[in-house]
């Protein structure tokens, strides 16, 4: 293309005279491409720069393609008449285009003396219709060319390369020969430009088949895949066979090769137990709810020798035991397109453990699957188990809200297989608050007790303390402070936890049939209840002098007036279920229910206690013997008790030492842990005192033999330190070396 424009010297010599106009024109093809810029209307009085652009392929041919092995090398003339005979020397060419890419890369070069400034356009990759911009800049204006040009498609082909020849058309295969069923093939193809060359740009190539459109075939990668030279994509059979035509295209050119992949039929090798679910499943005619089914999908896994699965197959189930009615939903079944096969197992009237043999049909491929248990489903009283995570005094937990224990509980069954998933424990709590229930899964769940309101019972005020009038300690003599017995009911600061769910009663199986028999032991359970005062009764209910209901606390044992039942019946009265004391569960036989045992099930429970220590209201007691003391002597056995007020230990692991001051020592073990425990009473030590002082009886002075005892409660919580100080006496050695009847030799 040819462009004119004024230059600068004729503009100049007329500027005063003439208008600046600009014009520009595009287009043009066969490789070249021109314009002009005229400032003078066209009558000749100034000079025009015109521009010409043409380009070049690697040969020098004139050409509009560039591919990514044959860039163009773009020629821009600068002159300043039309036949080119007077260059321009020295101007700034700028050029600008969308799809490639220029040399130089700042898209700028200067005229040389013949007014030529030429670029190297190379692919980048894009394929596509482009339009390279030329401008020329001068003072008065720019002048401006464009030519358009092709970018990528021209010459490429598709196809592989074998021992150097590149095959058009064609995919390789490899392995050429049969796959297995879910064998993995790789698929081979090469693009070459029109010189036969690798392509350096990045192609997408598609590929497509039967069996990869119907799911039965995989690729390691999505299509398309991009394409730079060669590549190799992994080809996997997924339950195809037969031969399966692969077809490859490239995009932009339509160019297509081809590869047929060939598969071989599915064949049953083996067959492996997958899962039982549920792998419990309750007795006849019990079952009901979240977690208490009657039966159990069981399902195989038909393979072939790759393990891979392997539909269509017929397999026979059978059981290894039928007591009790344990029966089969399907003796056989085939197996789908993952290769699987069910049978569903239904529970008898009798606890068993029962297995499913799975045969393909004929053949003498067997399996077996794991153990399914055919149980009550339902946790018996022994099984419950209730634990605090962490320690069961609470620090601070009398005075300050929040502090929380994590409590656990576990179930099982009378088989002491973990109750099935869904079971739901129902939580209460003396004082604090509680999560008020929580299902369990594999057998155990939890919830979580926090300090709070109420801390002491509701109607009397009565609580024991180290300080009562009344106070009497059995350990020792004195008439307040630390005891390491009970000090009796109402014991403060003790918060009782208890956990109930619907569940039977424990039995001894004595002839091991796996059902309850007339006459065999068994654990009568009355209601359940939360039980305030650790007596293990109810007893508002059974208490001295208690009338059902209790009326006041006067009628009733005090700590237990406001303990609370689990009416299951709804009755309104706390049930013994003596009248008469029957065994209670689903393992009591058809023919026994209503005559030697019952089928309703009852609350079974279990309790713990978390302590709510009022620290830090700290006392400290010293003991020789039964006596409380202030002194301590050499060779004196001595006994501390440590007590919150309500005569509760510390917080498991905070440490107590014993710190005696010169001239008195500690013989032996002088530090101490406090244990995790819900035991009731104050925590004890024991320690012996030393010290020996070194003086002659016969010399005028005496030395000082006193010194102190500390005892110091270091909390493991991190609380304050709490420390209280006796006085000690060491013994005097005598140094004299005179007999001690013997009189001093100045006396």
Avoid at 211 to 233: I, K, M
Avoid at 255 to 280: K, R
Avoid at 582 to 589: A, D, E, I, K, M
Wanted: glycine residues 12%; charged residues 15%; contains cysteine.
């Amino acid at each position: 293309m040819i462009q004119r424009f004024a230059n600068l010297t004729s503009r100049l010599a007329i500027l005063g005279a003439f208008l600046f106009i600009l014009a520009a024109c595009g287009g043009g093809g066969g490789g070249s491409s021109s314009g002009g810029f005229i400032p003078d209307g066209g009558t000749g009085d100034a000079a025009t720069y015109i521009i010409t652009l043409e380009l070049f392929d690697p040969d020098g041919q004139p050409t509009n393609t560039v591919t990514s092995s044959r860039p163009a090398t773009l020629k821009v003339t600068v002159s300043s008449d039309a036949a080119g005979t007077r260059p321009v020397e020295g101007e700034i060419v700028e050029a600008s285009l969308a799809l490639a890419t220029l040399i130089p890369e700042s898209g700028s070069a200067l005229t040389n003396e013949n007014g030529v400034a030429t670029f190297e356009i190379l692919s980048s990759g894009a394929n596509g219709a482009d339009t390279v911009t030329v401008s020329v800049n001068s003072p008065e204006g720019t002048g401006e060319a464009s030519l358009n040009y092709q970018v990528g498609f021209a010459g490429l082909r598709l196809g592989y390369f074998a021992d150097g020849f590149f095959v058009e058309g064609e995919i390789l295969v490899e392995p050429s020969s049969q796959l297995s069923p879910t064998g993995t093939a790789s698929l081979i193809f090469a693009v070459v430009d029109e010189n036969g060359e690798r392509a350096q740009t990045e192609e997408q190539v598609s590929i497509r088949s039967e069996c990869l459109a119907a799911g039965d075939a995989l690729l390691d990668r999505p299509s398309p895949v991009l394409v730079t030279g060669q590549t190799t994509v992994s080809y996997t059979a997924a339950g195809c066979e037969g031969e399966d035509r692969v077809l490859a295209t490239l995009a932009g050119s339509g160019n297509d090769a081809f590869g047929t992949v060939s598969i071989a039929p599915l064949t049953a090798q083996a067959i492996s137990f997958e899962s039982a679910v549920p792998d419990l499943i309750v007795l006849k005619g019990t079952g009901g709810g979240t977690g208490r089914q009657e039966s159990s999908t069981v399902t195989f896994n038909v393979v072939d020798s790759d393990n891979n699965p392997v539909p269509e197959i017929s397999v026979d189930f059978s059981l290894s035991t039928e007591i009790g009615g344990v029966s089969l939903g399907n003796t056989s079944g085939i197996s789908n397109e993952q290769g699987q096969v069910k049978t569903t197992v239904f529970s008898g009237n009798v606890a068993t453990a029962v297995r499913v043999f799975a045969r393909i049909e004929g053949s003498d491929v067997t399996t077996t699957s794991d153990v399914l248990v055919v149980t009550t489903g339902l946790p018996d009283q022994n099984s419950v188990s209730l634990s605090v995570g962490g320690n069961f005094v609470v620090e601070n937990g009398f005075t300050v809200d929040g502090i929380t224990r994590q409590i656990n509980v576990r179930m099982a069954d009378k088989f002491n297989n973990p109750v099935p998933d869904g079971t739901s424990a129902i939580f209460s709590t003396e004082y604090g608050s509680i999560e008020g229930s929580c299902t369990l899964t594999s057998g155990s769940c939890s919830v979580t007790w926090t300090s709070q309101e109420p801390r002491v019972p509701t109607f009397t005020d009565a609580v024991k303390t180290i300080n009562d009038s009344d106070y009497s300690c059995p350990s020792h003599s004195a008439s307040s402070g630390p005891c390491p017995d009970d000090l009796g009911e109402i014991r403060g600061g003790r918060s009782t936890i208890v956990v109930t769910a619907l569940g039977e009663e424990t039995f001894i199986d004595q002839n091991g049939n796996g059902l309850y028999d007339e006459g065999e032991p068994f654990q009568n359970l009355p209601e359940a209840f939360i039980d305030h005062n650790e007596d293990g009764v109810y007893t508002p209910a059974i208490g001295a002098n208690c009338p059902n209901p209790p009326t006041s606390v006067e009628d009733c044992e005090a700590g237990g007036f406001e303990e609370i039942f689990a009416d299951l019946n709804n009755n309104n009265i706390y049930d013994l279920n003596d009248d008469p004391a029957v065994y209670n569960g689903t393992l009591c036989p058809p023919e026994g229910d209503g005559v030697f045992c019952s089928r309703e099930l009852v609350a079974v429970s279990a309790q713990t206690v978390v302590i709510l220590s009022a620290d830090p209201n700290w006392d400290i007691g010293l003991f020789s013997g039964r006596l409380e003391t202030e002194n301590t002597v050499t060779g004196g056995r001595y006994t501390a008790y440590i007590a919150d007020v309500f005569n509760n230990k510390p917080v498991a692991d905070s440490k107590v030492d014993v710190d005696p001051s010169s001239p008195c020592t500690i013989e032996g073990v002088s530090s101490f842990t406090v244990p995790n425990t819900t035991a009731t009473g104050a925590f004890a030590i024991n320690f012996e005192q030393g010290g020996k002082v070194d003086y002659d009886r016969c010399a005028d002075d005496v030395p000082d033999v006193t010194g102190t005892i500390t005892i110091r409660l270091t909390p493991s919580a991190g609380g304050p330190e709490y420390s209280e100080t006796f006085s000690c006496q060491a013994a005097l050695n005598d140094t004299s070396g005179i007999p001690p009847d013997n009189l001093c030799p100045d006396t």
